[in-house]
């Protein structure tokens, strides 16, 4: 199928430190003009699966403000820069958040988690022997660690308790991957 939609010119409403906000301004098939949202997000993340020996996964219990709770996440963040390899960054998030460290990340899935209005990526690996590290979180973030059994949280996922995206798919592609 042919798009006959087209982008005709895109605005900067807001630069943020890794978010731009922009106006787009799409014209439609029948001639229309249209204003669309759009959000650049400059630099791209990684997360990772953090396997425990006793095949628990290591979660990560944070407070998220658009929402106004502690959520339960699989450890994630952004990349230093748009060339840092997202292995790198899974692994440094990994250890940051967590206080492990691994040499055997496997990659599992990628993902563009809103495609409706924004461009990420989060290119998610799986994190197995496990070796204690330092923990070394940014200097605003409160993180408590939980290794919890993936069969309950899949059940939390379906009983509607994890609804963060990327944690969403990031173990059920794990569950029917390595299970």
């Not at 425990?52 to 979660?59: R, S, T």
């Not at 460290?101 to 461009?119: C, H, M, Q, W």
């Not at 590290?133 to 660690?145: A, F, P, V, W």
Request: aromatic share 8%.
């Amino acid at each position: 199928m042919e798009n006959k939609i087209k982008r005709i010119d895109r605005k900067l409403e807001f630069q943020g430190t890794i978010l731009d906000f922009y106006t787009d301004y799409m014209q439609m098939p029948d001639g229309k003009v249209e204003k669309w949202d759009f959000i650049s997000h400059r630099k791209g993340a990684a997360a990772v699966v953090p396997v425990m020996d006793d095949g628990k996964i290591l979660m990560v219990h944070q407070y998220r403000n658009a929402l106004e709770r502690m959520t339960i996440e699989i450890p994630a963040g952004a990349r230093n820069h748009t060339t840092e390899d997202t292995k790198i960054c899974a692994a440094r998030e990994l250890e940051e958040e967590t206080g492990y460290r691994s040499g055997d990340l496997e990659f599992l899935i990628s993902l563009k988690p809103t495609v409706a209005y924004d461009n990420e990526f989060i290119d998610i690996y799986v994190a197995k022997n496990l070796k204690p590290g330092r923990q070394h979180l940014d200097e605003h973030e409160y993180i408590e660690l939980e290794p919890m059994d993936l069969d309950v949280l899949c059940e939390r996922i379906f009983a509607g308790e994890i609804q963060d995206a990327k944690t969403v798919a990031a173990l059920l592609a794990y569950k029917i991957k390595y299970r």
